[in-house]
């Protein structure tokens, strides 16, 4: 692959400026849309940048940025580009900080309701539905459901749990694609309900 066949064309590229007007001008100096296996990338042309900048008079793009050094990046920004665009990079990223949370499994659920309840705790004084409610919920397990494709079941030590998954996690499902999907079933264990409060009094 010769790469300089593929450069942008300075006298094309003012041309095209002149003719349309556009605020932004998206160049190829050696980029490539994703990552492409076995084709060895092409230092990015700094020269070819400089030339078309110093042409058209507008901040550059680089489309296809994935991959590039951070050198390179420099190089660029100083050259003219004022914008990249590096979707292959950050698609590897989320996939792999998504992958790393599902590879621990479904206890993942759990620590983040714990965490959630953390924020709110009772004992710091946050005395009120939300911090009362989520302390209600002692587990969540997810399995696959008998009549629909996923059971949530969530076990409360207070009934006041419910308004953590009614007036929460229902408004998230209801009216959603997956709403036929999910069933939720939340009860409260054991034979008494274990106080939260003594008491509540309004702020004077």
């Known amino acids: 692959m010769h ?3 593929y450069y942008t064309d ?3 590229a003012k041309r095209f400026v002149e003719e349309t007007g556009v605020d932004y001008l998206a160049i190829s100096v050696g980029i490539v849309h994703g990552v492409i296996p076995g084709l060895k990338p092409e230092p990015l042309a700094i020269e070819r ?3 078309i900048r110093d042409a ?8 296809g940025a994935s991959g590039i050094p951070e050198n390179e990046v420099l190089a660029a920004c100083a050259a003219g580009v004022h914008k990249f665009n590096a979707d292959t990079d950050l698609r590897h990223a989320f996939r792999a900080g998504i992958e790393a949370v599902w590879a621990k499994g479904d206890y993942q659920l759990e620590g983040a309701m714990a965490e959630g309840r953390t924020r709110i705790p009772i004992e710091s004084g946050q005395e009120g539905i939300h911090s009362i409610s989520a302390a209600a919920i002692d587990q969540v397990n997810i399995s696959a459901g008998e009549k629909r494709a996923v059971r949530i079941e969530i076990e409360l030590n207070n ?5 953590q998954v009614d007036d929460l996690l229902a408004t998230k499902i ?5 709403a036929d999907d999910i ?14 409060l003594t008491g509540f009094r309004l702020p004077g």
């Open 3 to 5: 790469w300089p066949d």
């Open 174 to 178: 209801r009216d959603t694609p997956i």
């Open 49 to 51: 940048t400089l030339e």
């Open 183 to 196: 069933e939720v079933v939340a009860e409260v264990s054991g034979e008494s309900e274990k106080r939260l």
């Open 10 to 12: 300075v006298g094309e």
């Open 159 to 163: 009934s006041a749990g419910i308004f």
């Open 56 to 63: 058209v008079g507008i901040p550059l793009v680089l489309h």
